[in-house]
């Protein structure tokens, strides 16, 4: 089997771990996606946010976290006294993985080989920001910051400590609420998430 070249992240600022990131070929998503989708906020964020991976907005716009899970997370920010502006958001893998379906492109779930293969970018990137605390949004997040065996159904609203000597806040990805079934209490799992934002604040 061809072994893929290892991520190497440089030393330096975040715009030049960005430029970087697009020449990035440690995992075969790149071969598919748009562009690299690598992070946007404050370069000494007190919270940084993390995500799975970019959507198919993201991954035409360049930008995290800007369709439909996006605005409802704006949304929940706001509500817990978040201002988005003054956090620094970033997807634990950074292309959109996809299958397709017509003319549509599918979220694919990344598996832990190409979880692995992006870990070194989140990790220059926690490195560079040192933020006081981390939100991981939904379980590929939680399990790329906290290990494996995570499960947020679990945790939670939890803070728990990580290897960055950083704790992170374990809470649900905002499109978990998008797909909710017909019948749900869709304002009460809204209400639920905001609760869990707070304990950032």
Not at 21 to 38: D, G, S, Y
Not at 163 to 181: N, Q
Request: net charge positive; proline share 8%; hydrophobic share 40%.
């Amino acid at each position: 089997m061809l072994r893929m070249p290892e991520a190497n992240p440089p030393i330096g600022t975040l715009a030049k771990l960005a430029r970087a990131a697009e020449t990035c070929r440690a995992c075969p998503l790149w071969k598919n996606a748009t562009q690299v989708v690598f992070g946007e906020g404050p370069a000494k964020a007190r919270i940084v946010i993390v995500g799975e991976q970019p959507g198919d907005q993201e991954d035409l716009a360049g930008r995290p976290f800007v369709g439909p899970a996006g605005k409802l997370l704006d949304r929940a920010l706001a509500a817990a006294g978040l201002d988005r502006s003054e956090v620094y958001v970033t997807n634990a893998v950074k292309h959109f993985k996809w299958k397709p379906s017509g003319k549509r492109r599918l979220h694919a779930k990344p598996n832990a080989r190409e979880m692995a293969a992006c870990r070194p970018w989140l990790e220059a990137q926690l490195n560079r920001i040192r933020p006081a605390l981390i939100i991981c949004l939904g379980a590929s997040a939680a399990q790329s910051i906290c290990g494996s065996g995570i499960k947020v159904t679990q945790e939670r609203g939890k803070k728990l400590p990580t290897e960055f000597g950083i704790p992170a806040l374990i809470t649900l990805h905002p499109s978990a609420l998008l797909r909710l079934p017909e019948g749900a209490d869709r304002e009460a799992e809204f209400k639920r998430f905001v609760a869990d934002l707070k304990r950032a604040v």
